[in-house]
């Protein structure tokens, strides 16, 4: 089963420095049919105008992936951490026990992001952070692992029973993915335009799988597409 969200259907809410759309329920959006997607809570869709951002808050007893799609966010935590996570690139924080950070663009025009909550393995965990450049010719043509609970490779260490995975798809590409029984998916196009055994979705929608055991996603034209597999 594979269910389209259209981007222009989710929930979400324009704060002038911020335009935020939001595949689930979040902040002042609530819709019950739409609270999580297995162990996958939060996916949002950001556009942070220049020189503005998230100033300091506090999470914890989440792991929040954040894939940057234009532009780059600038982090600082309490712990001590601080950078600069780029186009393509990806940066993960484990709130465990409690993090503070801030979020800001420092560029002279707009971020995107797509900002990625998986809810943890267990709670009470020690607060981590780590971001890591992945180079586009390691995605071109199939799907890399930029962030997991499990050992894959060089792929950014979260606390939870999930995968985040990326390709990048010339107009004409095929890519496949492999989804273990039981398992479920979320895919959303970061840009372009691409069909998932056969289901249409362009940049920004949303294609929530479940009981689909092989994933075929095939470019209509040059894409970039996220995934999410879970519990």
């Given at each position: 089963m594979i269910e389209r969200r259209a981007f222009q259907h989710l929930g979400g809410a324009d704060h002038g420095w911020l335009n935020a759309k939001?595949?689930?329920?979040?902040?002042?959006?609530?819709?019950?049919?739409r609270m999580h997607w297995g162990d996958l809570r939060v996916?949002?869709?950001?556009?942070?105008?220049?020189?503005?951002?998230?100033?300091?808050?506090?999470h914890r007893d989440m792991e929040i992936i954040t894939y940057v799609r234009e532009g780059a966010i600038t982090h600082q935590d309490n712990l001590g951490n601080e950078g600069r996570t780029e186009a393509g690139d990806v940066q993960v924080m484990s709130a465990g026990t409690g993090i503070t950070h801030s979020e800001y663009n420092r560029e002279a025009t707009p971020t995107r992001i797509f900002?990625?909550?998986?809810?943890?393995?267990?709670?009470?965990?020690?607060?981590?952070?780590g971001s890591r450049p992945f180079p586009k010719a390691g995605r071109d043509g199939g799907f890399?692992?930029?962030?997991?609970?499990?050992?894959?490779?060089?792929?950014?260490?979260?606390q939870a029973d999930g995968r985040v995975a990326a390709a990048a798809l010339g107009a004409g590409q095929e890519a496949t993915y492999t989804l273990a029984a039981g398992r479920k998916a979320y895919l959303v196009p970061a840009k372009g335009?691409?069909?998932?055994?056969?289901?249409?979705?362009?940049?920004?929608?949303?294609?929530?799988?479940?009981?689909?055991?092989?994933?075929?996603?095939?470019?209509?034209?040059?894409?970039?597409?996220?995934?999410?597999?879970?519990?």
């Open positions: 939001h595949h689930f329920s979040f902040a002042g959006y609530h819709d019950a049919k996916w949002n869709d950001d556009t942070i105008a220049p020189h503005t951002g998230f100033a300091p808050h506090s900002q990625i909550w998986i809810i943890p393995n267990a709670t009470g965990l020690p607060p981590t952070w890399k692992v930029l962030a997991s609970g499990y050992d894959d490779g060089d792929a950014l260490p979260i335009r691409v069909r998932v055994n056969g289901q249409l979705a362009e940049a920004g929608d949303g294609l929530a799988i479940e009981d689909e055991t092989t994933l075929v996603v095939s470019a209509e034209v040059d894409s970039e597409v996220v995934l999410v597999d879970v519990a």
